[in-house]
């Protein structure tokens, strides 16, 4: 055996490989359909194409996913991401149209603030039911997945509320430096998450609370306020991804803002790699799951199928992932590698 | 168990020490079994008393609330629900989950639709729907117990499979025009001042053979074994690994009667039917009584779950000053009432 085939073994056996591979391989078939796919080109001073387009796309459900992350780590389940969108959307949108100046700043920021700001109140409560209660997440959180759109469209008394505020559209719209803000806002979140839990021991107790909350509550780890925490991350976050999404509509949708981003970005949650079962949990892996299922949808659309097909592809990808990932699979596989790498043992060791 | 007084035995005259002891420490058990399954039966009968409230309200702040109609119109409108809250139960009693079945609904019915108008025999198309719910189970059934997908994710993937398929058959909505299906649809029987149609009859079929099925057979006593510890259950020999494939396949075909029923309430198929379908089921479920960890629940609190539900929406129809989404944000409050009042009563059983 030589070096380079046990390294592309390794490799092999990443985890990240084989979602990488999906990636790459709906890469490449938009490329095949429509060779300027990968092309990138800068139009009025920032950048623009179908690359840039998936990213922006694309910031909203990573950053619900992000916090997912964090929940799925402790072994919990975040259903209310998608209300918790809605009615952040619902309120931003009510105050910039309530206002009498939509259009300047100071009116927008607040109304950002104020989003947020109710997000975050959302989560704790969410974190409350299951951290101080000791509801299961899936439970607690689907309280306010059947309440939440419900209180959103109290909020927008059952009407689609559109408003023209042109510092709200930058959010979802806008550039900076060239860039969509919307992917440069993700991107901040990202690396912030990024550090916090990798640079601190943070990400390690959060892990240690997943793997057994028991354990690390006698090993003096504070569990209580860690699963309080990530749920109230999780809503922010959310929040955040609901005002991108009602910027780039400009309309705040109570029914249908968010819909089904909670089944999103846990799909992406799994194809990344990080078990729902708590524990090690990996935020590239969540980047790589929101890019796979952000590239699907869209070469579905490309590819001149009917967007509503999606579904069926996405069925096929988690299974495909889920099967290569569940144990049996691996033990059946492991066991025909290690078999595979007899032969070639004995047949050294007859020839010597 | 604080409250449960031993009472002292008293020796039954001409009876040892030892025969007084044992009557005594038998009686003892005999009561606590008897305190703990009336703890067990304690989310139930709340169900009950909200729903008997509720009807009380209704009853006192409408006219026309409390009419045979009203009543029957409450199981007419909700049929299809009580069938999937029926397969629901079954999944959650063993700790595990079933998103896919608003899917399977939607999956069954456009297939009833499509074939039906393709001139298929309904004698055909209804077996056949309702199989295709139970192939589904199968198929999520194997994915969690032979490949370990946890049920959320494994349901979760039958979900998006269903709801794809059904937009690969048609996006537009087929009405269903087939006169033997219709028949079978309009067919109903006068009871007292209501009528009930065959969906309501289906569906309290589907309740007895669910409630037979989980307190007079095995399968149902190892449901139960298997929410109370699965690795006990293995222990006992009991067939863990069939029955946890078996409950799927229960709760699918549940799904596609359910998918038949809509069918019949809406004389159409519709590749959109049963969004969201799967939550109300849980929430039925779970108002009805049962424990999400598993082992506790009963089919009957399921159903009485879906009536607490169909109550609401009809005294907020009833209402009609009050809009649709309060609805919803009932549902929720009430969710949460419950679920910390099982809360409450796990943590005192402890």
Same mark, same amino acid.
């Given at each position: 055996?030589?070096?380079?085939?046990?390294?592309?073994?390794?490799?092999?056996?990443?985890?990240?490989?084989?979602?990488?591979?999906?990636? /790459?391989?709906?890469?490449?078939?938009?490329?095949?359909?429509?060779?300027?796919?990968?092309?990138?080109?800068v139009r009025d001073g920032h950048l623009s194409g179908s690359l840039v387009n998936l990213l922006k796309n694309g910031?909203?459900?990573?950053?619900?996913?992000?916090?997912?992350?964090?929940?799925?780590?402790?072994?919990?389940?975040?259903?209310?991401?998608?209300?918790? /969108?809605?009615?952040?959307?619902?309120?931003?949108?009510?105050?910039?149209?309530?206002?009498?100046?939509?259009?300047?700043?100071s009116t927008v920021l607040v109304a950002v603030g104020i989003a947020l700001a109710l997000s975050f109140v959302l989560g704790v409560w969410n974190g409350f039911l299951v951290s101080v209660l000791g509801i299961q997440p899936i439970i607690a959180t689907l309280v306010l997945m059947t309440a939440g759109r419900g209180v959103a469209m109290l909020i927008t008394s059952g009407q689609i509320t559109t408003v023209n505020s042109a510092p709200f559209k930058t959010i979802g719209s806008g550039f900076w430096a060239g860039l969509p803000v919307a992917v440069v806002l993700a991107a901040i979140v990202f690396v912030a998450v990024a550090l916090l839990t990798r640079r601190t021991a943070l990400g390690m107790l959060i892990e240690s609370v997943g793997i057994n909350p028991e354990a690390s509550r006698l090993a003096g780890v504070r569990s209580r306020s860690i699963i309080w925490t990530v749920y109230a991350v999780s809503a922010l976050f959310a929040g955040l991804a609901g005002l991108m999404i009602s910027s780039g509509t400009m309309a705040a949708d109570a029914n249908n803002a968010g819909l089904f981003i909670e089944l999103d970005a846990i799909l992406a949650v799994v194809i990344g790699g990080t078990s729902l079962a708590?524990?090690?949990?990996?935020?590239?892996?969540?980047?790589?799951?929101?890019?796979?299922?952000?590239?699907?949808?869209?070469?579905?659309?490309?590819?001149g199928?009917?967007?509503?097909?999606?579904?069926?592809?996405?069925?096929?990808?988690?299974?495909?992932?889920?099967?290569?990932?569940?144990?049996?699979?691996?033990?059946?596989?492991?066991?025909r590698r290690r078999r595979a790498a007899r032969t070639p043992a004995e047949a050294a060791e007859v020839a010597a | 168990m604080s409250a449960v007084q031993t009472p002292t035995p008293t020796p039954a005259p001409?009876?040892?020490?030892?025969?007084?002891?044992?009557?005594?420490?038998?009686?003892?058990?005999?009561?606590?079994?008897?305190?703990?399954l009336d703890r067990r039966y304690l989310p139930v009968l709340g169900t009950l008393v909200v729903l008997v409230l509720m009807l009380a309200i209704g009853g006192s702040r409408y006219e026309n609330f409390l009419t045979d109609r009203n009543i029957a119109n409450l199981f007419i409108n909700n049929a299809h629900l009580i069938v999937l809250a029926v397969g629901m139960t079954f999944v959650i009693l063993t700790g595990g989950i079933d998103l896919s079945v608003g899917s399977v609904v939607a999956l069954s019915g456009i297939t009833t639709a499509s074939l039906l108008a393709a001139g298929w025999p309904v004698t055909v198309v209804v077996p056949l729907a309702v199989l295709i719910g139970s192939v589904l189970g199968l198929v999520v059934g194997i994915m969690v117990h032979v490949f370990e997908i946890q049920p959320f994710i494994a349901t979760l993937a039958?979900?998006?499979?269903?709801?794809?398929?059904?937009?690969?058959?048609?996006?537009?909505?087929?009405?269903?025009?087939?006169?033997?299906f219709v028949d079978l649809a309009t067919w109903n029987v006068k009871i007292g001042d209501a009528r009930v149609n065959a969906a309501v009859v289906i569906a309290l079929a589907v309740v007895a053979i669910a409630f037979y099925?989980?307190?007079?057979?095995?399968?149902?006593?190892?449901?139960?074994a298997i929410g109370g510890g699965e690795q006990s259950a293995m222990l006992m020999g009991l067939p863990v690994a069939r029955t946890k494939v078996l409950v799927y396949v229960v709760?699918?075909?549940?799904?596609?009667?359910?998918?038949?029923?809509?069918?019949?309430?809406?004389?159409?198929?519709?590749?959109?039917?049963?969004?969201?379908?799967?939550?109300?089921?849980?929430?039925?479920?779970?108002?009805?009584?049962?424990?999400?960890?598993?082992?506790?629940?009963?089919?009957?609190?399921s159903v009485l779950g879906v009536l607490v539900l169909g109550l609401i929406q009809t005294i907020i129809t009833f209402e009609g000053t009050l809009s649709s989404w309060w609805t919803k944000i009932v549902i929720g409050v009430l969710l949460l009432v419950f679920v910390i009042l099982q809360r409450v009563l796990v943590v005192r059983r402890r």
């Open positions: 055996m030589t070096t380079t085939s046990f390294a592309w073994q390794r490799v092999a056996q990443h985890r990240l490989f084989w979602p990488l591979v999906a990636l /790459v391989a709906l890469l490449v078939a938009n490329t095949i359909n429509r060779p300027s796919f990968l092309a990138v080109t910031a909203p459900l990573l950053l619900v996913a992000l916090g997912m992350t964090l929940v799925i780590a402790t072994r919990g389940i975040d259903l209310s991401v998608g209300a918790v /969108v809605a009615i952040s959307g619902a309120v931003a949108l009510s105050f910039i149209a309530s206002s009498p100046n939509p259009d300047s700043l708590g524990g090690k949990f990996s935020l590239s892996g969540t980047l790589v799951g929101v890019l796979v299922i952000q590239t699907l949808t869209l070469t579905v659309t490309m590819l199928i009917s967007p509503s097909v999606t579904p069926l592809f996405k069925a096929i990808v988690v299974i495909l992932v889920c099967l290569a990932q569940s144990p049996k699979v691996r033990d059946v596989v492991a066991a | 001409g009876a040892g020490p030892r025969a007084s002891r044992a009557a005594g420490s038998g009686s003892a058990r005999g009561l606590t079994s008897r305190l703990r039958a979900m998006f499979l269903a709801r794809g398929l059904c937009y690969v058959i048609s996006l537009e909505s087929i009405a269903i025009t087939d006169e033997s099925l989980l307190h007079y057979t095995q399968f149902g006593r190892t449901v139960y709760s699918g075909t549940c799904a596609g009667i359910g998918g038949l029923l809509f069918a019949m309430y809406s004389r159409s198929g519709y590749s959109l039917t049963g969004v969201g379908m799967e939550l109300d089921a849980i929430a039925a479920v779970v108002i009805g009584g049962t424990i999400l960890t598993g082992g506790t629940g009963f089919v009957l609190g």
